[in-house]
Structures are given as C-alpha cells and as structure tokens.
C-alpha cells in the first residue's frame, strides 16, 4: 500500500470545518494572505448545503461510465463523449466530469459550491486512482491529472486547461525516479507550474494580455544557455526553470505556488469555472448565439503522456477532411510531444498518414477508433490521442468543425452510407454554411501571404481581387477593357449600380448587412464588405489610408465577404463549381462532385420544405440565375434599378426635373420602352412563375447627381440652364428622405408613374402571353401606411390593366397587394387586408420604422447594443422577433380575419437568413424572397423548419 503524502492541511479538510474557519483557511492558501486575485472572483472552497443530494459528479473508467451521450446539458459536450467513448469500449483515461450545474450553482451563489460536491469529488477520486493504480500527491505512485473546460456546445480554445496538476517537489522526484526520465519529469514541472501560474494565480494578468512572463523567463535561459529549442534544455536548466518560475508566481502573485496537490485541484476547478467568464468565452458566446446560463463542466481525467521518448506521441485527427469533406483521414502528430505542442506550432507536426509508416499497429488501432467513433456519432469527428509508451489513448471527441462545402459532401456521402437518414442531413448543415459553396474562393496560399489591413461586414460572401476605383464610371471603365475592378465607396447609393455592376467587388467604409451596397452585392451575388469604417477613403486624392498604409487608385486590393476581411494587394481568386454549372455553364454537373452533393441536398430540401422561396430579382439575367438556384418565382422586382443602365438614367432624370406633369409625361414616354423590355425579359426567364413587379419606391433625388460638375454636364444635355437644375436638386432636398417623398407616396403625388410603370407591365405581360408564355403577375405597392392610400394606388392600377387588355385585346391573371413596412400598416392590416389580394413584409423598412433606426446608419450604435446584449444580434440581418416579429403576428392576424386565404410573404433581406427563414415558416407564411444566391440557403432552412428545427 502506498504512503499518501496529503496532510492534514489539504483542501478536503475545509469541508469538515465551520464555514467561517473555512473560508478563511482557503482565501489564505488559494488568493494569499492580503491581495485577492486582481481579476474574476475570490477563489472559495465555501460549499452551501443546499441541494445535498443531487448528482455532480460522474466518474467513468474500466469500460464502466456514469453519465452517457445523452446527458449533454450536465456533462457537457467533452464529458458525454467521454462517458459514451468508456461505454462503447475505447481507450480513454479514467476520470470524472463535474457538472454544469456546478457551474450555474457556483455563479449563482458567489462563488461557492453546493455541499454535496467534497463528497462526490473524493469519492470520484478514489475511483480514478483504483482504475489508474496510482494516487494524487502519493509518494509511490503519483498520480497526475489535467483538468479541462468542456460546456454543452464546443468552444474551442476559449476557456482555461491545466494538465500535470499532482506534481510537487516531492512528487517530480519520484516521477523521475519512476519513468527513469528526471528530463521528463522537471519538464512535467515547468510545464504544470506555467500553467497553473497563469490559469489558477492569475501572474499573466499582472503583466497585460500580450506578455508572458514564463516565456521570457525561458527566452533568457535560452539565450544564457545558448539553444534554441525548449526540448534542447537540460535537466538542470528545468530544474533552473521550475525554480524561477515558482519565484515569478510569488513575487508577481503574492503568494506561493501550492505543493498540496488537492489544493491545486480546487483551484484548478475553480478557475475552469471562472473561465466561462473571461472576455474570449463571452464573446465567442454572444457571436454563436450560446446561452450564458448554460455553464461549463470540468473534466478531470488521468494524464497520459505524448512525450515518454519515441514510443510516445501525441495528435489531433479529423476523421473526415473538415475543408473538403473527402472521406480521409485527415490530422496531425508529433512524436514525444504533449497535446499543447501540436497546437503551438513549436514543432512542425507529421500528416497522421506518416504515423504508419512510424508506428504501424497504433496507426491501425486508430484507424478502427475512427471507424467505431463515425459509426457510433454518426458524424464526422475531431478527435485528440496521446500515444504512451505504444499505448493508445483518445482523450477527446466531438463533431467536426467544417465548410460549408465540406458540411455539404459529409452530409450527402453519410446518407449513401446509411450512417445518418436524409432528415438528419438537412438538419444538420448550417444553411449559411451553403454561401461558401457558392462563392468564389480565395486561393488558400495566395491569401496566407497576403497583408491584412482592415476587417469590415461580411456582406456579400466570397473573395474578390481588383484594381481600387472610387467611381461608378470609372469601374465601368476600366473593367470594359477586360481588367478586374473593385469599387471601393465611402457608401453606395443607387447611382454606383453600373460600378457595382462591373467590379469584381465592393467595399465600403460605411453602412450595415441592409445597406445599399450589401442588399445589391448579395442580389447580383457580388462580393462585398461593407462598414470597414477603419479605412479613411478620400474621393479627392483617390486614396484608402489605415494610418499603416495608403493605397491609390488603381492599386490592387482583396476582400473576402465572407470573413470580412481587407487585404492590401492581389489574392488569387477562382468562382465556387456550383456557380460554374449552374450561372457561368462552364462546367459539366457531372464533372463536379460538390455540385453533385449540393443538387442531391437541394433535391431532399424540396421533398420537406413547405414554405416557397421566391428571390428579389430585377433583370432577366438575376431571374434566370434565381431559377437556377432553385427560386419558385420572384418575390420583388425594385423597378427602380432598371433605371440606372445605359441611357435610361438620362430620360428618368427628366422626369424627376420636370415642372409640370405634361413634362414629366412626355420623359415618362420615353422610360415606359425601357420598363417595357425588361418586363418581357423577366417574364420571359420566369417561364409562368409567379413575380411580384413593386411599382417605384425610393425618394428622387437619389437618381440626380449631387456634385456640381455632374450637375452641370446634366444641365448641358437636358439644355436648361444649371441654375434651374439647381433649383430642382433643392427643392427635392429631405432631411429625412426615408420618410418623406418615397414609396406609394410618389404615386399619390405623381399618379402618372404608377400609370407608366402598370402599362409598361400589362404591355409586357401580354407580348409574353401571345409567345404562348404564362404570366403571373402579382404588382405590389410599396410603403403603404393607410388603406385609402392603397386604395387609390390599386383603382389606379386595375384601370390600366383594363385599358391595356381592351387595348391589345388579352386577359390578365394578376393579383395587386402591399408591402407591410410601415408599423400603421401592420395594425390596420385588417383593413387594409379588405382591399388586397397579397402582403409582403418589407422587413428592411418595417425593422427601420419600428426600431426608429436608420438601416444605413445604425453602424455606428448597433455594435455597442449588441455588446451590452440589448439586441441579441443585428436585427436588419436577423428579424428582432420580439418587436418586429409582433408586428407581423398582429399584421398576419389581422389580415386573416378579413381575408383567410391572403398570400403572405417577406421580401426584406431577412428572407435569406435562415433563422428569419424558419421564424416566417412557423409564423405560417406562404413564402420569403431573397437574393438568388441566397435561394439555397433558404431553401435549407425551409425544409429544416418543416423538420421541427426552431
Ligand atoms: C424592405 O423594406 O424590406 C424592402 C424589401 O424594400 P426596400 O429594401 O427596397 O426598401
Ligand atoms: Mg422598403
């Protein structure tokens, strides 16, 4: 029997004290005597009796496990795996997972714990040491432990670790004399001591998050000893090490490093538990929508170790490739290495492939553990062996983080292996994950050595490369010589279409995920990144400076919409294969894999989803992308986009400068053509879908230009004088064009635009008709507020189609609706619902008006409400369901009541986000409508919502 070396002054010994005592005795040997830790809260012992007997502790070891898969919630993701891994069988270290609710308990009641814990612990304890054959602190046979983070949801890297904890200066003695390896043992030291310096004494907190003492220490007996690698030290430089260390943490802590290694255990749990709090936990929390009560577990399990010599190695496998989802083992080792090695890159780790050839029983043992964990999870797995001594260990595993491309091709290949059903599949591919099968993609090399100089929203995904323009016609320009442009605008209004249009991309200093820019980059599925408000962009100079760098016009710049980020320079950049098939036609489907995978899902999201998903389309060719894409129809044409190409902009100028409404006719006369020709496009490509035509919408000076040599240039070609123009430009001022003279309000002070704009759409409508082609038109009024407005619009409309169809003798199949994007429209939309065949919610302006903030502005006060956990998340990208949403509920209500069988849908950019999207599903709605590149993404998450997904 071995001698344990635990006095009477360990930790356990609190429990049995009064609470006073207790409390004292631990401050004083786990914060010191006076100073308590500078940050987080007083490391306690204290326990309350409270909830005495309810299960903490869950032990598992010898192929017997507590806990299961199933009890996620308490054991969190780690300690489940661990428990159902014991179960099935696998070689896992023994040990215990203390339980979330621990964690909820412990925050819940200032930092003490619920009594009933000691017991459990010790008790846990004893089991370990038994399957191990060992005994923390025990002079004969020391056993040593890690200690690790493991919440419900996997949070990589975000909360605190401590391995080896058990060492002592009695017990590093007798690991050396043990392993035969003193080396290995003064390294176990120096390495524990480092950790529990900073995690559990706080000394890295002392010096600022950019500086590690330890390191430094280690940096200058490098340099005195002169090597370069930590494993190039000797014996008595470790011990050198371990000594200064135990200097630093007194000195920088005030108290000394504790040899009791139960009291090193308490203090481990406990700054475990204190990490679901540090920033990194809380704000990856905030940014994966992970609830804060949730609480972290603990594991506590036995050390095995990767670095006994050359029969020893350690590793992180993939059992699938996570970037492209091929069906190969994927990962890294090293040998004589421990697990933190691999990770910082100290050495350069082997591909597992080698670890064959190096040791070819282990490799085979692993290859059948990644067999039984697939088979067993049924997902790809993430997992993390130490071999010890030829031994092989798997300390942990979860599902595997991936693309979106490799979330496409796991899902798709696992349902043709029978390992998950088609159900499952759907459900679990993150929709969003989809916009990276789609979008063009950054060379990964070509990216790695790129210079990164700003990071803005992530708004229109993909990767662009091109030549910096700041103006509209200048991008259009340059890239009609077959160049690439990229536009980079302050912000973009309706005029840099053409420029928006032409460049490979865009990039703005200001605006939100509903701002101009990005609700047209996703439209034409351009790469944007918008709000990088680190860039100071000066149209005067043509110049991006970021204070480190200035760039001119004409130089190359890189964005990637999907992370946000800015790039100085030229990054290599190739469009995704789904696009190729399907947009470019360059690519034959059966030649390209990813597409196969991505039609085979797209197929089974059309077998389960109910809810329709149409896309906001405003020319042919968006249509037919829609369409190829999969939308059922076109849930909004802007019709006001059609006016900003070729000469159109010249005749709707006109029109918004006429004096009279004789003038305005007469340039109206000459718009209706245009309108005309685009409407058959559309018709054409829409092949009898149904699509929803808006009649005119945003305020007017947004099509006049505003700086006095454009001014001047559009006075000559109008031939009136500039001063006139001038004028005109004046009087069309609003201080809040937002809520001034836009919407259906044009039409109620102008009728003769929605007069052109419904002729130009029943005389499409019956060309199309009479090539044999269905059309089935929905026209929709915008920014109604008051049923007589939408009244008036629709007699207006009714009278045209009648004049038309007597005119060019045809019938037409059409409904007239609204868009809902006002609050009054929602409350009175009972009424309103008397007189219309359809709803759409224009959740762009309904968020706007009823948040009363700005969707171009609010950049520069959304952050800090996110932060402060006002909003749970940015509400023009994902619909604010406690405001907004309410506001639809009454609205769809309402309506129901007067029209049951109204067609209901959203037309906002909420309609391509999948949260948005499963919320309108259960709200009932008929369909949503969002950007064509966006259509797949809603598509799963349509069919996931059918699916029961919230
Ligand atoms: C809306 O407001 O949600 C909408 C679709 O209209 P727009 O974005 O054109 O204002
Ligand atoms: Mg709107």
């Known amino acids: 029997m071995s001698k344990k070396t635990v006095t009477k002054n360990s930790a356990e010994s609190f429990f049995t004290r009064a609470d006073g005592e207790r409390k004292l005795r631990a401050e004083r040997l786990l914060v010191g005597k006076a100073t308590p830790l500078p940050t987080g809260p007083t490391v306690s012992l204290r326990t309350s009796s409270k909830l005495g007997g309810r299960k903490y502790v869950f032990s598992f070891g010898d192929g017997k496990a507590d806990g299961n898969g199933s009890l996620r919630a308490s054991l969190g993701g780690k300690g489940a795996n661990l428990a159902e891994m014991t179960r099935i069988g696998l070689p896992v270290p023994p040990g215990f997972t203390i339980s979330t609710e621990v964690c909820t308990y412990y925050y819940k009641h200032g930092y003490v714990y619920p009594r009933a814990l000691e017991s459990q612990l010790r008790a846990a304890l004893s089991k370990t040491e038994k399957s191990v054959g060992k005994r923390l602190g025990d002079a004969e046979s020391p056993l040593l432990l890690s200690v690790r983070s493991g919440a419900r949801d996997s949070m990589p890297g975000m909360m605190d670790t401590i391995l080896n904890l058990g060492i002592n200066d009695e017990t590093v003695e007798v690991i050396a004399a043990k392993t035969g390896s003193p080396r290995f043992a003064w390294d176990a030291y120096r390495r524990f001591l480092q950790m529990y310096g900073d995690v559990v004494m706080g000394v890295q907190r002392h010096m600022g998050e950019h500086h590690d003492p330890f390191e430094e220490v280690i940096n200058a007996l490098k340099q005195e000893v002169g090597i370069e690698k930590d494993d190039e030290f000797s014996v008595r430089d470790l011990k050198k090490l371990v000594a200064s260390f135990k200097a630093l943490i007194e000195e920088r802590s005030g108290k000394s490093f504790p040899q009791e290694p139960l009291e090193q255990l308490w203090g481990a749990i406990s700054a475990v538990f204190r990490s679901w709090q540090n920033d990194r936990a809380t704000v990856y929390r905030r940014k994966y ?41 994927y990962g890294e080792y090293l040998i004589n290495a421990q697990g933190e090695d691999v990770v910082a890159g100290v050495r350069t780790p082997q591909p597992v492939s080698q670890l064959q050839k190096e040791m070819p029983t282990t490799y085979r043992q692993l290859l059948a553990v990644r067999h039984i964990l697939e088979k067993h999870f049924r997902d790809m797995q993430d997992l993390e062996f130490t071999i010890e001594e030829n031994r092989l260990y798997i300390l942990q595993t979860r599902s595997g983080k991936r ?23 759907l459900l679990r591919i993150p929709a969003d994950s989809l916009s990276h099968v789609l979008a063009p993609i950054f060379d990964p090399a070509s990216k790695e050595k790129a210079q990164l100089i700003a990071t803005g929203l992530p708004a229109g995904p993909g990767a662009a490369s091109g030549h910096i323009f700041f103006q509209a016609e200048d991008a259009v320009t340059f890239s009609q010589k077959g160049e690439k442009a990229l536009l980079v605008r302050v912000e973009t209004s309706p005029e840099d279409l053409r420029g928006m249009i032409a460049a490979e991309g865009i990039l703005t200093a200001r605006g939100g995920v509903s701002s101009h820019a990005a609700l047209v980059a996703r439209q034409m599925g351009k790469v944007c990144v918008c709000g990088a408000c680190m860039l100071r962009i000066d149209y005067r100079t043509k110049t991006i400076a970021t204070g480190k760098i200035t760039l001119r016009e004409g130089d190359f710049i890189s964005i990637d919409g999907t992370t946000g980020e800015v790039f100085a320079g030229e990054v290599r950049t190739s469009p995704s294969e789904v696009v190729q098939v399907l947009v470019n036609r360059t690519l034959e489907p059966s030649r390209s894999k990813i597409y196969k995978n991505f039609a085979l899902l797209m197929g089974w999201a059309n077998k389960y989803s109910k809810l329709r998903i149409r896309a906001n389309a405003d020319t042919p060719e968006q249509v037919a992308n829609a369409i190829a894409f999969g939308a059922q129809g076109v849930g909004l044409c802007r019709t006001e986009h059609m006016f900003f190409e070729g000469n159109r902009i010249d005749a709707m100028r006109e029109m918004v400068l006429a004096a009279s409404p004789e003038e305005r006719r007469t340039a109206l006369e000459k718009l209706l053509p245009y309108q005309r020709e685009d409407f058959v496009g559309i018709f054409r490509a829409l092949r009898g879908l149904p699509a929803t035509i808006r009649l005119l919408d945003p305020p007017l000076h947004e099509f006049l230009p505003h700086d006095s040599l454009q001014q001047k240039s559009l006075a000559d070609s109008l031939n009136i004088p500039v001063e006139t123009l ?75 189609a009648k004049d038309v169809a007597r005119r060019l003798q045809t019938k037409f199949n059409y409904l007239i609706g609204t868009m809902i994007e006002v609050p009054r429209a929602a409350l009175i939309a009972s009424a309103i619902a008397g007189e219309a065949d359809f709803f759409s919610f224009g959740t762009n302006d309904l968020t706007q008006t009823s948040l009363g903030m700005s969707r171009d502005d609010a950049g520069s006060f959304l952050p800090a409400y996110m932060e402060r956990e006002i909003l749970p998340g940015n509400p023009f990208a994902s619909i604010d369901q406690e405001g907004v949403g309410r506001l639809m ?62």
């Not at 594991?299 to 993939?318: H, I, K, L, P, R």
């Open 289 to 329: 929508g992970i609830p804060h009560e949730w609480g972290t577990a603990v594991n506590v399990q036995a050390m095995v170790f990767g670095n006994m010599g050359e029969t020893s190695a350690t590793g992180v496998v993939f059992t699938r490739n996570p970037a492209t989802g091929e069906e190969a083992f």
């Open 403 to 425: 693309t979106g491309t490799a979330a496409v091709r796991i899902a798709a290949e696992m349902v043709k292996e029978r390992l998950i059903t088609k159900e499952e599949a």
């Open 726 to 800: 001038i004028k005109r430009v004046q009087e069309l001022h609003e201080f809040n064009p937002m809520l001034g003279l836009r919407g259906c309000r044009l039409g109620m002070v102008y009728p003769e635009i929605s007069e052109m704009q419904a002729c130009a759409v029943f005389e499409a409508a019956a060309l199309v008709q009479k090539e044999g082609i269905k059309v089935h038109l929905e026209i929709m009024v915008p920014l109604v507020g008051f049923s007589k407005e939408f009244k008036i619009q629709k007699d207006l409309v009714q009278q045209v």
């Open 889 to 950: 509920e009454i609205a769809i209500e309402g309506a129901r009541r007067t029209h049951p069988g109204i067609k209901l849908g959203v037309c906002g950019e909420h309609g391509g986000d999948p949260n948005s999207v499963r919320y309108c599903y259960h709200l009932g709605l008929t369909y949503v409508s969002c950007s064509p590149f966006r259509v797949p993404i809603a598509r799963i998450a349509a069919a996931q919502a059918a699916l029961g997904a919230r």
